[in-house]
């Protein structure tokens, strides 16, 4: 019994094989889940390379890839790539981390408090029906077309999301948590910050992704409308020159830093959240 065990464990042995299968298989199905969100960008991409190349499409509709670089390249020699990311950058950090703020203090206020869901939501829901941008005419009155238009536009984009996220993850603490905090007899304050608080991150984790794609969506509208620089402002300024290679490598960045800054959004909702239990 004890040499056929012995033989099943040699290198080379049928059960060795099957385990290297077994990690080549799991390996290979890793490396496909990877590569699969890739299959449709490189598709568009190849699909625009082939079109441009083979004249498929003209060239004063859809601009070539090469074309397009060349500009993006163009704008980083001379600086203004930079100047204009800067600005944009400036704009949603100041305006997402007013509305982030202000999200987390309302929504825990409603989560720990049904008076305050019983005054405050119904007014918070009726007035977030309305869209970021229908407030564009009336804050261009109050507060003109300068810096504040956009940081408060920003924050609201921002608030709702923040806020709705906090309420739900106060909301649903799981009953266990709450009864060992009971029997330890912790304090509100360390009610909140060692058990409510971070058993919610994961549903916060995700309303913060949320409010970020919509506070970057609405920095870039509304710099279309009301700025005189930034991404927003180049794909304006493109497109009234007709020059569709710089609306397009305009584009190009909005995309690759609102998809840099989700990822590292994922990242840090990955590592603040509390480990799961088997």
């Known amino acids: 019994m ?3 065990i012995a033989r099943a464990l040699l290198p080379g042995s049928p059960s060795e094989t ?4 077994r990690r080549a298989v799991l390996a290979a199905r890793s490396i496909g889940w990877t590569a699969l969100p890739w299959l449709l960008p490189a598709a568009v991409a190849l699909s625009w390379v082939l079109g441009s ?3 498929w499409i003209p060239a004063q509709i859809l601009p070539s890839p090469v074309l397009v670089f060349d500009t993006l390249s163009g704008l980083a020699r001379t600086g203004d790539l930079w100047m204009h990311v800067s600005a944009s950058l400036s704009r949603v950090a100041i305006g997402f981390a007013g509305g982030v703020v202000l999200g987390l203090l309302l929504g825990g206020l409603l989560g720990l408090s049904r008076t305050a869901e019983a005054y405050i939501l119904p007014s918070f829901n009726a007035v977030v029906q309305v869209p970021v941008l229908g407030w564009l005419p009336f804050l261009m009155i109050v507060v003109g077309i300068g810096e504040p238009l956009k940081y ?6 921002a608030l709702v999301p923040v806020t709705l996220s906090t309420l739900q993850g106060f909301r649903k603490t799981p009953p266990a948590y709450l009864d060992v905090a009971r029997v330890f007899k912790y304090s509100p304050f360390q009610k909140i910050f060692s058990v409510v608080l971070p058993s919610a991150v994961p549903v916060i984790g995700t309303g913060i ?6 506070a970057w969506l609405t920095l870039v509208v509304v710099e279309l409308v ?10 304006v300024y ?15 960045i909005v995309g690759a830093i609102g998809y840099a800054a989700d990822r590292l959004l994922t990242l840090l909702e990955n590592r603040l959240s509390p480990p799961r239990l088997a």
């Open 2 to 4: 004890a040499n056929s």
């Open 18 to 21: 099957l385990h290297a299968d």
């Open 53 to 55: 190349h083979y004249g």
């Open 152 to 157: 408060l536009l920003i924050g609201h984009a």
């Open 209 to 214: 992704r949320l409010a970020f794609t919509k």
């Open 226 to 235: 009301a700025s005189s620089e930034g991404l927003g402002y180049l794909i």
């Open 238 to 252: 493109g497109r009234q020159l007709f020059q569709l290679d710089l609306v397009l490598a305009s584009v190009l």
